[in-house]
């Protein structure tokens, strides 16, 4: 029997991004594990600059992320200031970057986004460095406000962060996605119709993609794939390789179990 903690990410508007190819800043379809780790470290707290600790909660703790909608893919151009490069100059900060306006040159910019994406997350403990009782609680009443990949982009319900045990990392999504039938889960039910119907309130098949874990329990194993999305530096944003492994999971319907008043 393992520990999970598993909350919800929805917002209208989610970037989760992936490598940045000149002026496009492409999206992933789910979210990375740094991104989510990095709202974990807002939530307690830790400020950028303490690298250190962000790499503890790399290392402290295991991702698994169930994609229950994938939303629709939207597009966003923006014009971004930036200064000419000079020599020996380098600036740490972007008020810095702004402090000479006859040096600035404007670009235009390309950003995707996941409208109406809809996200289970489950973390596990890989040593005790990171209780998750008390991000549990951070979760519920964070220290910075919370971002879903960027900054502009805010969840729109809240995580519902729950900790559940089970034998399986698929038995703790079943247990999470089976409680939007309680009674308290009832402000979801009509967006998550909306965004996920399950075809006749049957079960269905959904892509989740997870750290190495012994018993994963999922119906499907397809691939393990290298992720640029490891521990690195928060303030230079660069990324280590780490691997993760993709699959299926089905879920059965939590609408059969709703008996509504």
């Known amino acids: 029997m393992a520990k999970f903690l598993v909350f919800d990410l929805y917002g209208p508007f989610q970037s989760w991004g992936q490598q940045a190819v000149n002026v496009t800043r492409p999206t992933d379809a789910y979210p990375t594990k740094s991104g989510v780790l990095g709202l974990v470290?807002?939530?307690?707290?830790?400020?950028?600059?303490?690298?250190?600790?962000?790499?503890?909660?790399?290392?402290?703790?295991?991702?698994?992320?169930?994609?229950?909608?994938t939303g629709h893919l939207a597009r966003d151009y923006h014009t971004v200031q930036m200064p000419e490069s000079r020599r020996k100059l380098t600036h740490h900060t972007r008020k810095s970057e702004l402090s000479d306006p006859g040096n600035l040159k404007t670009i235009l910019t390309q950003r995707d986004y996941r409208g109406d994406a809809f996200y289970v997350v489950a973390l596990w403990q890989q040593n005790h460095d990171a209780p998750l009782e008390a991000i549990a609680h951070a979760l519920k009443s964070p220290t910075f406000y919370l971002s879903l990949g960027r900054?502009?982009?805010?969840?729109?319900?809240?995580?519902?962060?729950?900790?559940?045990?089970?034998?399986?990392?698929?038995?703790?999504?079943?247990?999470?996605?089976?409680?939007?039938?309680?009674?308290?889960?009832?402000?979801?039910?009509?967006?998550?119709?909306?965004?996920?119907?399950?075809?006749?309130?049957?079960?269905?098949?959904?892509r989740t993609a997870w750290d190495s874990f012994p018993h994963h329990g999922m119906d499907q194993h397809l691939h393990i794939e290298t992720r640029r999305d490891g521990p690195g530096s928060k303030t230079a944003w660069t990324f280590s390789n780490r691997s993760e492994h993709v699959g299926f999971l089905n879920l059965p319907s939590p609408y059969s179990k709703i008996k509504e008043a």
């Open 41 to 69: 470290a807002a939530a307690l707290g830790i400020p950028r600059e303490q690298e250190a600790e962000h790499q503890r909660l790399q290392r402290s703790l295991g991702y698994g992320v169930c994609t229950l909608s």
């Open 151 to 206: 900054r502009s982009c805010v969840p729109c319900l809240p995580l519902g962060p729950t900790l559940r045990e089970a034998d399986t990392l698929a038995q703790a999504f079943k247990d999470h996605v089976a409680a939007y039938a309680e009674k308290k889960a009832a402000p979801l039910r009509p967006l998550l119709r909306q965004l996920q119907p399950w075809p006749k309130d049957e079960a269905h098949s959904f």
